[in-house]
Nanobody, 122 residues
Framework: QVQLVESGGGLVQPGGSLRLSCAAS????????MGWYRQAPGKQRELVAG???????NYADSVKGRFTISRDNAKNTVYLQMNSLKPEDTAVYYC????????????????WGQGTPVTVSS
């Protein structure tokens, strides 16, 4: 069974930093682009960062220059370093494998992990 386990969230003041981790099953980690999604209250889940098996990265405009995605293929783990956090970054963050089709990105694993909540507030 494929597993996605996110951790590292918490409460942080505006301008602060957090580092999220996601441990994934090797069966998907070794062949798929991995992505970090977030879902704010009352909003749809959105993809904020992705990293290919070869470590090419891509970011949503809203986090570009502030967030950095990385992966450790030996540990089957993907990270999201979040700096200069803003209140609008408040959300539950999830990871998933990502596939690209028809001009859009789609999550691969239908069963999401529990996510890790991030709250940015003073």
């Amino acid at each position: 069974q494929v597993q996605l386990v996110e951790s590292g969230g918490g409460l942080v003041q505006p301008g602060g930093s957090l580092r999220l981790s996601c441990a994934a099953s090797r069966s998907i980690f070794s062949i798929y682009t991995m992505g970090w999604y977030r879902q704010a209250p009352g909003k749809q889940r959105e993809l904020v960062a992705g990293i290919t098996v070869g470590s090419t990265t891509n970011y949503a405009d809203s986090v570009k220059g502030r967030f950095t995605i990385s992966r450790d293929n030996a540990k089957n783990t993907v990270y999201l370093q979040m700096n200069s956090l803003k209140p609008e970054d408040t959300a539950v963050y999830y990871c998933n494998a990502v596939t690209y089709y028809g001009g859009s990105y789609y999550p691969v694993i239908g069963s999401w992990g529990q996510g890790t909540p991030v709250t940015v507030s003073s």
